[in-house]
């Protein structure tokens, strides 16, 4: 489309279709509270990015599965309050580590604790004026609700439609994932409801990258400026969020093709470009506090512990989590 200038001039301007007009406009499920450890004050917002970072074995594919997690579960069932937020997310895969049957058994024992612990309150609430007798047979009547509840089959259910709003891309080479970032526009203009995007892992081929570039770190910042150049034209053009990870290093950092020597972790630079520091709202960085050994909870269950910082706008708090099979719970 041409436009014309008081001085007679032609200019081009950028043209889109309803269709794409009507998607960029579209409100998109909140993501308020999505967990108010890391986010107390704000919210992931669309159109921000949250990097997480961290070491290898530091819990940041955990992190953000616990994150999706509560994305895809339901808001409520059967008028039972699930707390979940009902976006769809597409995931991008590149290091392979995504289990779709750990997530399922994920899901399922948290939709168990939610709904066992719901009825529990809503029984307590509702029979808190009873007579004794009455909360005795309240009780019984109770007790055979919440088998219905945590049925097999209902379960299952809640799970399957949980993981209906999940869209897994596997990517094996930069390469490769740009390709899929040119593709995955058509996901995104067929389904509005997607909310978030998750990348994991950013720096996944990072060496491979610098052995095709070799000394050549302009080749290499190129490489890297167009998968973030369509990652941003995606998120701005389709509101979405953005999680990502990538990995740091522990003893130095590499800028510009040379080594850091800084052992402080919030100062280490990832496996990317210094282009990325630019993008990012959010900076989650995680520790592992329990090495060598899980330690001791719940009883005599081991758990991995964790240290997690976040920056937002300057400002920073940290707090210590806890890993298991049944996901992420804090300190």
């Not at 701005?236 to 290093?249: A, D, G, I, M, P």
Request: hydrophobic share 35%.
């Amino acid at each position: 489309m041409f436009t014309t200038e008081d001085d007679g001039d032609f200019k081009e301007t950028e043209v889109e279709t309803c269709a794409q007009l009507f998607l960029r406009l579209a409100s998109k499920p909140s993501l308020e509270f999505l967990d108010r450890h890391l986010f107390p004050c704000n919210f992931p917002k669309p159109g921000e990015v949250i990097e997480i970072h961290g070491s290898s074995a530091t819990g940041k594919t955990e992190l953000l599965m616990n994150l999706m997690s509560k994305c895809i579960l339901p808001k409520r069932w059967k008028g039972i309050e699930i707390d979940g937020f009902e976006a769809e997310v597409l995931f991008i895969d590149t290091d392979y580590k995504f289990s779709v049957m750990k997530l399922h058994q994920m899901l399922k024992k948290q939709l168990l604790k939610i709904i066992n612990l719901k009825s529990v309150e809503e029984f307590s609430s509702s029979s808190s004026g009873d007579t004794k007798r009455q909360k005795q047979t309240d009780s019984s009547s109770m007790g055979e609700a919440v088998k219905v509840k945590i049925d097999e089959s209902v379960l299952e259910e809640l799970v399957k439609s949980s993981l209906d709003r999940l869209y897994l891309v596997k990517c094996s080479s930069t390469n490769q994932l740009l390709i899929t970032l040119h593709s995955i526009e058509a996901i995104f203009s067929q389904h509005p409801q997607l909310t978030v995007l998750m990348l994991d892992n950013l720096s996944a081929f990072y060496w491979e990258d610098r052995i095709r570039t070799g000394d050549n770190w302009t080749k290499f910042e190129e490489l890297n400026n167009k998968v973030l150049t369509l990652l941003q034209t995606l998120i701005k053009e389709y509101n979405l969020v953005l999680f990502l990870t990538k990995n740091s290093t522990p003893m130095q950092g590499v800028k510009g093709g040379k080594a850091s020597s800084s052992t402080d972790l919030d100062q280490n630079e990832s496996f990317n470009t210094k282009s990325w520091c630019k993008i990012s709202n959010y900076r989650l960085i995680l520790t592992r506090t329990d090495f060598p050994f899980p330690i001791m909870v719940d009883g005599d269950k081991r758990h991995s512990s964790f240290c997690v910082k976040v920056f937002y706008q300057g400002q920073q708090h940290q707090c210590k989590l806890y890993i298991s099979s049944d996901g992420i719970s804090y300190a």
